[in-house]
Nanobody, 115 residues
Framework: QVQLVESGGGLVQPGGSLRLSCVVS????????MGWYRQFPGKQREHVAT???????NYADSVKGRFTISRDNAKNTVFLQMNSLKPEDTAVYYC?????????WGQGTQVTVSS
């Protein structure tokens, strides 16, 4: 069993920064995909950023250049550094761990960008 716990969400003003963290515990494969997704009210969950164990990354166009995903494999932790935040970034952010065919999700953490 694998479980994920996100933290770091909160309220921030437009243009501000926030860093999300996700700690993964349980039986973890050496090679996996970890990432961040977000869900707007009334919408489906969408991809934000993902990262392979080896370091390859993939970002949604909407966050490219502003968000940075990173991993600490020794600590089974993935981070999302969010800079230049916009009100449209307001959403519940979810951490995802995947080693096909298995997928695991965190509980979500709220990020609100507002003045």
């Amino acid at each position: 069993q694998v479980q994920l716990v996100e933290s770091g969400g909160g309220l921030v003003q437009p243009g501000g920064s926030l860093r999300l963290s996700c700690v993964v515990s349980g039986t973890i494969s050496r090679f996996n995909i970890m990432g961040w997704y977000r869900q707007f009210p009334g919408k489906q969950r969408e991809h934000v950023a993902t990262m392979l164990t080896e370091g390859g990354t993939n970002y949604a166009d909407s966050v490219k250049g502003r968000f940075t995903i990173s991993r600490d494999n020794a600590k089974n932790t993935v981070f999302l550094q969010m800079n230049s935040l916009k009100p449209e970034d307001t959403a519940v952010y979810y951490c995802k761990y995947s080693r096909p065919p298995n997928v695991y999700w965190g509980q979500g953490t709220q990020v609100t960008v507002s003045s």
